[in-house]
């Protein structure tokens, strides 16, 4: 005959077993997912502009906005984003800002490659800001006017010496600050970020001109991943819930046994 407890204890096993099972399944790499791109709307122009002031490098878009394409994926939906109706679309918007990114950092080359550390402190971190248009559609979505993406970011510029193209970039796993924020999207479970900010049409090759790079105008666009923190299945979370629930009936048990080994000896 089964005992009243062997119910509860197998289900407090299997909650062990489930929850561990789960965890092991979990991804040990922090591998993100892209959730926004960019892309400017007239891709002529060259906005994003390096300057080398001899002590110091500087990149800027020294436009008051820069008109992009910026589009959620179709994976952002199930990553942070607050209104699903927003994946896998594009809406006009205005890169409002790309506060001046100024390093101190000495240019160096390798293999072919230049590379331009953009370190900064905490408190002077520069700023990406992306923010919705007042379109009939943006309107309708009830996004106009929100910010659509906001990075801090530190970072790693790279490219070929010589060549016309260039690529600003940095990862949390890298060792870099990424910090997202957004009015329609929540990072608050974000455990990794890396971005990728690409410019395109140099009009003057890569370079270094003494410390720094030599300066340069060019087109941009720009790729924004992150990772979440698994959340566990629903019936991870039922089976958890009915071991809680056995395990103190298991406990009783227990305690019951040994104190009537106890008054036997």
Same mark, same amino acid.
């Given at each position: ?16 077993? !489930? ?12 591998? @993100? ?30 436009? $008051? ?43 160096? @080359? ?13 408190? $002077? ?28 970011? @530190? ?6 010496? !010589? ?13 870099? @600050? ?27 090759? +890569? ?47 227990? +305690? ?10």
């Amino acid at each position: 005959m089964r005992s009243r407890w062997a119910i509860p204890k197998a289900l407090a096993m299997v909650a062990i077993v !489930g929850l561990a099972s789960s965890s092991l399944s979990a991804p040990a790499r922090a591998q @993100t997912t892209t959730f926004a791109t960019f892309n400017q709307v007239n891709t002529s122009a060259r906005p994003f502009t390096y300057t080398n002031k001899g002590s110091v490098g500087e990149l800027a878009a020294f436009h $008051s906005a820069v008109k992009v394409n910026f589009s959620f994926t179709s994976a952002a939906s199930s990553l942070g984003l607050t209104n699903s109706a927003l994946a896998g679309q594009t809406f006009t918007a205005s890169l409002v800002e790309l506060a001046a990114a100024d390093t101190q950092s000495k240019a160096t @080359t390798a293999a072919g490659l230049i590379f331009q550390p953009f370190v900064h402190s905490p408190s $002077s971190l520069p700023l990406i800001r992306i923010v919705a248009d007042y379109t009939a559609n943006n309107v309708a979505l009830g996004i106009a006017g929100k910010i659509l993406l906001q990075l801090k970011f @530190t970072g790693l510029l790279t490219g070929p010496a !010589g060549g016309n193209f260039a690529q600003l970039a940095g990862s949390t796993a890298g060792g870099y @600050t990424v910090n997202y924020s957004s009015d329609v999207f929540d990072f608050s479970h974000s455990t990794a970020n890396s971005y990728g900010l690409n410019f395109t049409n140099l009009t003057s090759p +890569l370079a270094i001109a003494g410390d720094f790079l030599r300066n340069f105008s060019s087109t941009g666009s720009g790729a924004f991943g992150t990772r979440f923190a698994p959340v566990p299945e629903p019936g991870t979370l039922v089976l958890f819930g009915c071991g809680l629930i056995g395990l103190p009936v298991l406990m009783r048990k227990k +305690l019951r046994s040994a104190m009537a080994r106890r008054s036997i000896a």
